[in-house]
């Protein structure tokens, strides 16, 4: 087999691939147990007035990303066009549903699906359940019993419009995601954060399209996605000996792993449970809505709003949008007048 790299000529990367997504997952996990790094408390943190420094730390990790990935692919390292984000047909309907589900589920939650995953490693025992929730949700919905339905939603709601943002727009993007940084006064370290967390992105589509390449075997470059990757663990975790571990799965395994040295290391390791049944059946919900939103929508957070996002694709773009208009809607729904309870990051 041949590879992008002479020193895996002997190799077969499929093997490798789930071994870059560890490296690169414990390198996310430590960075986003320090930080918090989370697009839900960056949307229920900001006002109309006052822009969360969380949301410039996003801001940040979008810019990084965007042009990393676009590096990449101007210099023919990785074939943006074959990735799963590009497509002259727009499944319009599932993005927004899902979408508006996800951002939902991630409120109703408190976090979402990768700060739920380092919320597990810090020893969150309601994290650890809503992500078994939303790895079979998001199972169910992209090979189960939801599939049938999954795809003539989306097949009766699609449209043809352009893949990708043109040359101009993309510089306005980033212009306008540096103003969102500089209006957000981000603190040092989480600006430092989140141009790390970028940098992982373009990492990612390095790994898969440029360094860890068969000839013979040729996969779509892929990165950071959280959606795809916990179902993917659930699984491999079931049936490991009939199928090999993606880079999905040991991306998540190595968050977890990441976080929880990083959560030692600071003396954050810590068991909670739910309160009561009440909060039990909100945080199934959530989990649910994200499970099956993440699919529809094409990603999570990360997997649609840094990953797809930095592939200038139009169709995570407007996946993103429509997880912070139901995250905002729902927050703005159980969060009583005049008060930001759920905005308080401790209180996750």
Not at 81 to 92: D, H, V, Y
Not at 309 to 335: D, R, Y
């Amino acid at each position: 087999m041949t590879t992008g790299f002479e020193a895996f000529e002997d190799v077969d990367v499929a093997t490798l691939l789930p071994f870059a997504g560890l490296l690169i997952g414990l390198a996310f996990g430590f960075i986003a147990q320090k930080s918090r790094f989370c697009l839900r408390s960056a949307v229920i943190s900001s006002t109309r007035s006052t822009l969360s420094p969380m949301a410039g730390s996003f801001a940040l990790a979008m810019i990084m990303a965007i042009i990393g990935t676009q590096t990449l692919g101007y210099l023919g390292m990785i074939d943006l066009e074959a990735t799963r984000f590009i497509s002259e047909t727009m499944p319009l309907g599932a993005l927004v549903l899902g979408g508006m589900m996800f951002g939902a589920g991630m409120v109703l939650t408190r976090g979402c699906a990768s700060r739920l995953t380092v919320l597990s490693a810090q020893g969150n025992l309601r994290a650890v359940t809503v992500l078994m929730v939303f790895a079979i949700f998001a199972y169910a919905t992209l090979r189960g019993v939801f599939a049938a339905p999954r795809v003539a939603f989306t097949d009766a709601t699609s449209t043809e419009m352009m893949a990708q943002l043109p040359p101009i727009a993309a510089t306005v993007l980033i212009a306008l995601l540096g103003i969102i940084a500089w209006r957000s006064r981000v603190r040092p370290g989480l600006a430092i954060a989140g141009i790390l967390v970028g940098l992982l992105i373009v990492t990612g589509w390095f790994a898969t399209g440029a360094l860890l390449v068969d000839e013979f075997d040729p996969r779509a470059a892929e990165s950071l996605a959280f959606t795809s990757g916990a179902s993917d663990a659930l699984f491999f975790t079931l049936a490991s000996t009939a199928i090999d571990a993606s880079f999905g799965a040991g991306l998540l395994g190595g968050t977890v792993i990441g976080a929880f040295l990083s959560a030692a290391l600071h003396r954050e390791l810590r068991l909670e449970s739910f309160e009561d049944p009440q909060q039990t059946l909100r945080y199934f919900a959530g989990g649910a809505l994200m499970g099956s939103g993440g699919v529809l929508a094409g990603g999570c957070t990360i997997g649609a709003g840094l990953t797809g996002v930095s592939t200038l694709a139009f169709a995570p773009m407007i996946a993103l949008i429509a997880i912070v208009a139901g995250a905002a809607a729902t927050n703005a729904l159980l969060t009583p007048s005049g008060q930001r309870a759920y905005a308080a990051v401790a209180a996750e």
